[in-house]
C-alpha cells in the first residue's frame, strides 16, 4: 500500500512511522523536509498553492493532517479549506485516484456547553471560526469523489507535547472556581493508531471522533499530575489570566466527547485514560537533581 501524508507533523510522522513498520510506502508532504522519519519520501509542497501539487505520487490512501502556524481565521481558511480543495482537485485529476482520504477535523464543531456526552450524531452548531472552518472541510470531504472518513480529533498530547505537566512541575498553573470545563485529551499514539486504522477499515462511517474514554474536568486533572509530580497542589487562579478567561466563558462547562464509535469499530486505545498517557510522560522525565 501507498500512503500519502499531507502535512506530515506531529502526528503524521507517528503514523508514518507505523505504517513503514507496516511495510507500506509513505509520502510525507511538508512546507520543508526536516525532521521526516527514516524512510518517508520527502514531498516538498504548499498545499495553498495548486501548482505545487501538480506532481503528486501515485497513492492508494490519503491522510490530509496539515495545521496551520498561525490561528487566525485567514490562516485556518487559507490551510483547511483552501489547501483541502486543492489536495482533493489535484487527487480527483489523477489517472488513478486514491480508494480513501482521511480528514482530520476537531472537536471544535461541537459547542455544548453544558458539560453533556457529544458524539458522531450530535448537532454542529458552533459559531467559532475555528469550528466552522472544520464544518466546511468536513462538508468538501463528503462531497468529494474520493471515499473519505472526517476524524474530529480531542486535544493532542504526548511526546513533546506535555506543557500542562511543566505548568504543574513549575507552580505556574491555576486552578478555576467552581466546577471547571471538560478536557478532552488524546495521546498522539492513539491519534497516529486510529488514523491508522481509519485507513484500513472496511465499509467505515463518514465520521469518526477521536479522543480518551475519559473525559476530565480540568481542575482534577491539574490537582492529579501535582500529586503524581510530587509537588504542591495548583492554587485557585485570580491573575488577570483567569479571569479573563472565565469572563470569556461563564458556567462553561464544555462537551464530554464519546469514542464509542471508533471502539466499536475495533480500535484498542493504548492510552484509554489522561492517567495512562500522562503517567507515561511523567516516568520520561528528568529526575530531579539531588
Ligand atoms: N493539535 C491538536 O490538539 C489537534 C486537535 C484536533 C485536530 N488536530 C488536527 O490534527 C492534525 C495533525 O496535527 P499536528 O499537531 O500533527 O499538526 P502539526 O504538528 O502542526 O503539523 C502540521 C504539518 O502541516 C504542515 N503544513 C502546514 N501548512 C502546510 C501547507 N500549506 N502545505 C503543506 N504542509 C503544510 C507542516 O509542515 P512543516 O513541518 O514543514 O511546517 C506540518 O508538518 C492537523 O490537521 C490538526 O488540525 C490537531
Same mark, same amino acid.
Given at each position: 500500500?501507498?500512503t500519502?501524508? @499531507?502535512?506530515?507533523g506531529?502526528?503524521?510522522?507517528?503514523l508514518a512511522?507505523?505504517?513503514?513498520?507496516?511495510?507500506?510506502?509513505?509520502?510525507?508532504l511538508? !512546507?520543508a523536509?526536516?525532521d521526516?522519519?527514516?524512510?518517508?519520501?520527502?514531498?516538498v509542497a504548499? !498545499?495553498?498553492?495548486p *501548482?505545487? !501539487?501538480?506532481r503528486?505520487?501515485?497513492?492508494?490512501?490519503?491522510?490530509? %493532517?496539515?495545521?496551520?502556524?498561525?490561528? *487566525?481565521?485567514?490562516?485556518?481558511?487559507?490551510?483547511?479549506? #483552501?489547501?483541502?480543495?486543492?489536495?482533493?482537485?489535484?487527487?480527483?485529476a489523477?489517472? +488513478?485516484?486514491? &480508494?480513501?482520504l =482521511?480528514?482530520?477535523? +476537531?472537536?471544535?464543531?461541537?459547542?455544548?456547553?453544558?458539560?453533556?456526552?457529544?458524539?458522531?450524531?450530535?448537532?454542529?452548531t458552533?459559531d467559532?471560526?475555528?469550528?466552522?472552518?472544520? !464544518?466546511?472541510c468536513?462538508?468538501?470531504? &463528503?462531497?468529494?469523489? $474520493?471515499?473519505? $472518513?472526517?476524524?474530529?480529533?480531542a486535544?493532542?498530547?504526548g511526546?513533546q507535547?506535555? #506543557?500542562? =505537566?511543566?505548568?504543574?512541575?513549575?507552580?505556574t498553573?491555576?486552578?478555576?472556581?467552581?466546577?471547571?470545563?471538560f478536557?478532552?485529551?488524546? /495521546?498522539?499514539?492513539?491519534?497516529?493508531?486510529?488514523?491508522?486504522?481509519?485507513l484500513t477499515?472496511?465499509?467505515?462511517?463518514?465520521?469518526y471522533v477521536?479522543? *480518551?474514554?475519559?473525559? =476530565?474536568?480540568?481542575? /482534577?486533572?491539574?490537582?492529579?499530575?501535582? %500529586?503524581?509530580? &510530587?509537588v504542591?497542589?495548583?492554587?485557585e487562579?485570580?491573575?488577570?489570566?483567569?479571569?479573563?478567561?472565565?469572563?470569556?466563558?461563564?458556567g *462553561?462547562?464544555g462537551?464530554?466527547? +464519546?469514542?464509542?464509535?471508533?471502539? @466499536? %469499530?475495533?480500535? #484498542?486505545?493504548?492510552?484509554?485514560?489522561?492517567?495512562?498517557?500522562?503517567a507515561? $510522560?511523567v516516568?520520561?522525565?528528568?529526575?530531579?537533581?539531588?
Amino acid at each position: 500500500m501507498r500512503t500519502l501524508i @499531507a502535512g506530515c507533523g506531529y502526528v503524521g510522522r507517528e503514523l508514518a512511522r507505523r505504517l513503514l513498520a507496516d511495510g507500506e510506502q509513505v509520502w510525507g508532504l511538508t !512546507l520543508a523536509p526536516a525532521d521526516l522519519p527514516e524512510g518517508v519520501r520527502p514531498l516538498v509542497a504548499d !498545499l495553498r498553492e495548486p *501548482d505545487s !501539487l501538480a506532481r503528486l505520487p501515485e497513492v492508494d490512501r490519503v491522510v490530509f %493532517s496539515a495545521a496551520p502556524t498561525r490561528f *487566525d481565521e485567514a490562516s485556518y481558511r487559507a490551510t483547511y479549506v #483552501r489547501g483541502l480543495g486543492n489536495l482533493v482537485a489535484a487527487l480527483g485529476a489523477a489517472p +488513478s485516484p486514491p &480508494q480513501r482520504l =482521511v480528514f482530520c477535523s +476537531s472537536m471544535g464543531v461541537y459547542d455544548q456547553q453544558d458539560g453533556s456526552w457529544v458524539d458522531e450524531g450530535s448537532p454542529t452548531t458552533t459559531d467559532k471560526a475555528n469550528g466552522l472552518v472544520m !464544518l466546511e472541510c468536513e462538508r468538501l470531504v &463528503q462531497a468529494c469523489p $474520493i471515499p473519505a $472518513i472526517s476524524a474530529r480529533i480531542a486535544g493532542i498530547y504526548g511526546g513533546q507535547r506535555c #506543557r500542562v =505537566v511543566r505548568d504543574v512541575q513549575a507552580g505556574t498553573a491555576t486552578t478555576s472556581p467552581g466546577p471547571s470545563v471538560f478536557t478532552n485529551l488524546a /495521546h498522539r499514539d492513539d491519534c497516529a493508531g486510529a488514523l491508522r486504522h481509519l485507513l484500513t477499515l472496511r465499509d467505515p462511517e463518514d465520521v469518526y471522533v477521536i479522543s *480518551d474514554d475519559e473525559p =476530565v474536568e480540568r481542575n /482534577h486533572l491539574l490537582l492529579w499530575l501535582a %500529586s503524581l509530580l &510530587q509537588v504542591p497542589a495548583p492554587v485557585e487562579g485570580t491573575g488577570a489570566e483567569t479571569s479573563r478567561w472565565l469572563a470569556q466563558r461563564p458556567g *462553561d462547562l464544555g462537551k464530554r466527547l +464519546s469514542n464509542a464509535r471508533l471502539r @466499536a %469499530s475495533g480500535y #484498542r486505545l493504548q492510552h484509554p485514560t489522561f492517567r495512562d498517557g500522562y503517567a507515561a $510522560i511523567v516516568a520520561a522525565l528528568d529526575p530531579p537533581r539531588a
